[in-house]
């Protein structure tokens, strides 16, 4: 693992920072191109794009200590300081569909159409952002005896935490369930029946994928005895399930009532 890729005049360029700047930036590019001939423009897709990444800083790290007060209880300014690590995925969406929501709506622009339209974008950056876990020797798995265990680098989070004992390269399995996800919602955007599809899709595959590798991670947020990305993760599919059957049947009201 390769935590700090290089120097230049004793500023440490970080293999996360560079990660996660490339999966912004292919995010956007993904989103440009699935925008084609709609009213969501390259021009309207980058002016939020800046919205959107500091609603998910603050987000994900909101989330992070929400969930893990104990951590910063004792020194609340430690809360600030995101560069050090801790943060949630979760927060980051749970902040980008708020903001979202009251940028588009300030636009007089369709939230569920743009919704539909990032949802690949938002899909690629966090398989790249994985990636880039994985250099840091954050998300981190549980030991393992497997072929396919990592040692991670003294000074990661993970080393920290176990050692020099191999662990399950749970960052790399979410990166290929990720990919994977967004060659189903690609395949799924130009086939969708009603507006909010994909998006919906987007958080029932995630959060139910998000949910079965928390078994594997060790370094998981608790609330109550539980791990708090599971206990999301099964809400966020429930509900996205209601909201799927209920735009569905809609739907299908609309095409009845037109063919009558």
Request: aromatic content about 14%; overall charge positive; hydrophobic content about 55%.
């Amino acid at each position: 693992m390769h935590p700090i890729l290089f120097t230049i005049g004793g500023f440490e360029v970080r293999a996360w920072g560079v990660m996660a700047a490339f999966g912004i930036i292919a995010g956007l590019l993904i989103a440009i191109r699935v925008a084609r001939k709609t009213e969501f423009t390259e021009e309207i897709l980058t002016d939020y794009l800046l919205y959107g990444v500091v609603a998910g800083i603050l987000g994900a790290r909101a989330w992070e200590v929400i969930f893990s007060w104990e951590n910063f209880a004792a020194n609340p300014l430690h809360a600030l300081m995101f560069w050090e690590g801790g943060l949630s995925i979760q927060g980051a969406v749970v902040a980008n569909v708020l903001v979202a929501w009251w940028y588009f709506r300030k636009k007089k622009l369709s939230f569920t159409r743009f919704a539909d339209i990032g949802a690949p974008g938002l899909m690629i950056g966090q398989a790249i952002g994985r990636i880039g876990c994985l250099l840091n020797g954050d998300a981190y798995g549980k030991p393992t005896d497997a072929w396919f265990g990592v040692i991670y680098q003294p000074g990661t989070p993970a080393f920290n935490a176990w050692g020099a004992v191999p662990l399950i390269p749970a960052e790399l399995f979410e990166a290929v369930l990720d990919f994977g996800i967004l060659a189903g919602l690609l395949y799924l955007y130009p086939r969708k029946q009603f507006d909010g599809q994909v998006v919906l899709t987007y958080f029932i595959a995630y959060s139910l994928a998000r949910f079965g590798l928390e078994f594997f991670r060790s370094d998981s947020l608790i609330i109550g005895g539980l791990k708090a990305a599971q206990v999301t993760a099964l809400l966020t599919a429930a509900i996205a399930c209601g909201i799927f059957v209920w735009l569905k049947s809609r739907q299908m009201k609309v095409r009845t009532a037109s063919v009558r």
